[in-house]
């Protein structure tokens, strides 16, 4: 008796879902969808119903969303248009701004809590290779594909395409950067080229050099060019991977050097190979003959302060490290600072400018995510960017209309040589690494390296660079490629 | 046989008064240890939580994880990266503590007299322990900077220029535990201080009747009497300077190169910047097996002292 009810029940239940499904694809095909929808919804864009009414920058209206910052400029600028967002989406901002020193740290805690706080938080591009195989970050592709989500205006093709790809990744260890899912977009990015003191430059009747070679020769006319403790070239020492990405690895790569190549279906170091060495051995000489005394303490602040301070005659690192530097009343050198692209090695004729994006990025676990994503395309727009750009310290916007706007190029008419710099070196900026989720622990390995063969640990740099490179095969061991 | 019944009855009555008696009295015994036994657990579980988890591949990359035995111990036990970690835990822990008791002792018996300048000192040299080491450092790094540091204008007047302070690997443990001597010896010295100030009267006045000299004095008189509060100092000195985190990471980040890399630094890089948190663990582990070892070895010798001191032993 009990199992006859059961089978009543069963039977009424599948008719009922079976109707309402009829109904459903009823209702579908009575629809006169937009052209745009249709995609969106082949995208897989999920939550598609705002899409039929087209892009609407209330659909969020009442959201709350909380983001982490990192101490920044860039961050700053956001910060100061909150209250405009607020008022164009009724979306609430919570937010938290952490020292760089620790951020990325409570980041990673919090992303691996999977607690979905914060929805949004900013990164680079080689932490998305840590977060995204964890599957800590959202694809941004459908949110960006979806008409229903994203403002008609965002144009994303405006973006420089390296600057973008640099946060594309297939997930594929060994693969580069530049195809698969969007897994952040950029706030702003920067390359490395070499800033100079014109002052000292033309006292001493110098000029700034266009190869590795003008630049050995410079750094013994430039030692205690203004006393003693002055020096002639500032670059980044300390035992961190920053130490690695700005200009050592533009020189590494533009020598032709690897950090890693694909054997079979394993990574494999090549930092020991001739370029690598013979590039690394011309970096120390360098540091040696013209570099600050404490090197190896030196990260982005105390290089770039030495530049403002008149200490150092030249910076090879990040061009917004001088630029900052350049701002009048920033430091006693403001006005006085130049660019050069980043000096060529013997023989070669491009340079490969490694590069830095500090980006936003949506947190896989966020339970706003429509929301965030609102959040991620106003403060990735042309609008709020040719904004940041003019009236903030967004020194290297990352969307093309906006560096070449007349208003854009007026501020940076004040830093001589910086825009043709930026020119003479784009084509080739992108990510000279070789994604894979260990960057930071082979990066900090390859800076403890470089301090040991200045430090002189290491009978050669051959040497040290095969200690290196069975340290970061070692390391890279459980990557399997493909 | 047949008189066990009336003392089970005798059981029985007994319960049923204590049944009566209100609970809060029935409950006291378990309130009175509760605060103790909710420490206790505080302390046992993340312990236990880090034997487990040095047992398992736990990394903050990725939320699956397994359990994979030794292969963590035995990683670390063969590479020369925590033998080096064991011997620079060994060596800061050696420097800072040495310096900071002879000569906290040393300061500590010049601050006992009781003169206006010292009376103002001991004030002062209480302002290095309100200050955080990770500040500490940095105010430190800005002193010793090579373009604005006051310490490195000073060195200027000696025709000392660029003096390497920590950026040198020869220079880079003296100027860290240079550091940890500015921030932890006022701790020393207040701990000697309030040793010495306590000590009784009339053993000293017997010596100096007796013409007893001032190294006579110390050797025989101070220094069994203030045995017991070196020790209290050197085991919370010795016990905080093998963890020392926060003034080597702040000054150097370990190095350079692998100079300063302790065991708490390079266990925060492998399991936080790395994230590889239960290979990461084996380091913490061996630290806290070291000074357990170290600290119960010296809590030992303390209690014998203090027999001695107190003229029992």
């Known amino acids: ?482 | 046989m047949a008189k066990s019944k009336p003392v089970a009855a005798e059981v029985t009555q007994d319960n049923s008064l204590y049944n009566k008696k209100p609970w809060l009295t029935r409950a006291r015994p378990y309130l009175i240890i509760a605060p103790s036994l909710l420490i206790t657990i505080g302390i046992l579980v993340p312990f236990v939580s880090a034997i487990f988890y040095s047992l398992t591949n736990y990394s903050f990359r990725s939320p699956n994880w397994k359990f994979i035995g030794l292969d963590n111990w035995i990683n670390a036990l063969t590479s020369p990266e925590y033998w080096h970690a064991i011997w620079v835990t060994i060596q800061y822990a050696a420097a800072t503590t040495i310096s900071e008791m002879l000569l906290g002792l040393g300061i500590a018996i010049l601050l006992s007299r009781e003169t206006r300048f010292t009376k103002i000192l001991r004030v002062v040299l209480i302002f290095p322990l309100m200050i955080a080491p990770v500040i500490a450092t940095l105010i430190w790094q800005l002193m010793t900077n090579n373009s604005v540091g006051i310490i490195e204008k000073f060195l200027n007047l000696f025709n000392i220029y660029n003096f390497t302070w920590s950026s040198s690997p020869k220079t880079a443990l003296f100027t860290a535990a240079l550091i940890d001597f500015w921030v932890y010896a006022p701790f020393v010295i207040v701990l000697i201080l309030a040793g010495i100030q306590s000590l009784p009267k009339s053993p000293f006045e017997a010596s100096r009747i007796d013409g007893g000299s001032a190294w006579f004095t110390f050797k025989n008189l101070t220094l069994p009497m203030l045995k017991p509060f070196l020790y209290i100092a050197l085991i919370f000195r010795l016990m905080a300077a093998m963890q020392e985190f926060a003034i080597i990471f702040a000054l150097t980040k370990g190095g350079p190169g692998d100079t300063l890399m302790n065991l708490s630094v390079t266990a925060y890089n492998t399991g936080f910047a790395f994230m590889k948190f239960g290979k990461s663990l084996p380091y913490i582990l061996t630290l806290w097996l070291i000074i357990n070892i170290i600290s119960k070895r010296l809590v030992a010798n303390w209690q014998k002292v203090m027999k001695q001191a107190s003229g029992n032993s």
């Not at chain 1, 930026?422 to 994604?435: C, E, H, K």
């Open chain 1, 1 to 482: 008796m009990k199992r006859h009810w059961q089978k009543i029940i069963t039977l009424t239940l599948a008719i009922a879902m079976i109707l309402s499904l009829a109904a459903c694809g009823g209702s579908t095909a009575t629809t006169a969808a937009p052209a745009a929808t249709t995609t969106a919804a082949a995208a897989g864009g999920g939550e598609t119903s705002a899409a039929a009414a087209g892009f609407d920058w209330k659909q969020q209206d009442g959201s709350k969303l909380r983001v982490m910052f990192n101490q920044h400029p860039y961050a700053e600028a956001i910060i100061q248009k909150i209250p405009d967002f607020t008022a164009l989406t009724g979306i609430e901002v919570e937010y938290s701004l952490t020292p760089e020193e620790n951020y990325f740290d409570k980041v990673t805690t919090a992303l691996n809590s999977k607690s979905g706080d914060p929805d949004i938080f900013m990164t680079g591009a080689y932490q998305v290779w840590e977060y995204a195989p964890a599957g800590y970050v959202e694809d941004l592709s459908t949110y960006i594909n979806d008409a229903g989500k994203t403002s008609p205006d965002y144009d994303f093709a405006d973006f420089y395409p390296g600057i973008v790809g640099s946060l594309q990744w297939d997930l594929v260890a060994g693969h580069k950067t530049g195809s698969g899912p969007q897994w952040a977009l950029p706030l702003g990015f920067e390359m490395y080229s070499l800033a100079y003191n014109k002052s000292v430059f033309a006292d001493l009747g110098l000029t700034p050099p266009k190869t590795m070679e003008e630049l050995k020769a410079l750094l013994p006319k430039l030692k205690e060019f203004n006393g003693p403790g002055s020096y002639a070239l500032a670059i980044r020492g300390s035992r961190n991977w920053a130490t690695i990405h700005p200009g050592y690895m533009t020189t590494f790569a533009s020598y032709g050097a690897q950090d890693f190549v694909v054997e079979g279906n394993k990574l494999v170091s090549k930092v020991n190979s001739p370029e690598s060495v013979a590039m690394t051995d011309e970096w120390v000489q360098m540091i040696k003959d013209g570099g600050a005394p404490s090197w190896s303490s030196y990260t982005w602040y105390q290089a770039g302060a030495d530049l403002g301070a008149g200490k150092a005659a030249m910076l090879y690192d990040a061009d917004c490290n001088g630029y900052f530097q350049n701002v009048e009343g920033a430091s006693q050198e403001a006005g006085d600072i130049a660019w050069v692209p980043a000096p060529l090695p013997e023989g070669k004729s491009d340079i490969f400018s490694n590069m830095w994006t500090w980006a936003i990025a949506m947190n896989s676990s966020s339970k706003n995510k429509d929301a965030a994503w609102m959040f991620m395309q106003y403060f990735t727009s042309k609008e709020y960017t040719q904004w940041a750009s003019v009236n903030a310290k967004v020194v290297d916007p990352a969307r093309k209309s906006v560096f070449e706007s007349a208003d854009f190029q007026a501020v940076l008419d004040k830093a001589e040589g910086f825009a043709a710099t930026f020119d003479a070196q784009i084509a080739n900026t992108g990510i000279q690494f070789t994604p894979q989720p260990h960057f930071f622990e082979t990066t900090t390995e390859w800076a403890a390296t470089l301090q040991d063969i200045v430090g002189g640990k290491y009978k050669s740099t051959q040497e040290a660079m095969d200690a290196l490179k069975k340290k970061m095969d070692e390391i890279v061991s459980d990557v399997e490629v493909g």
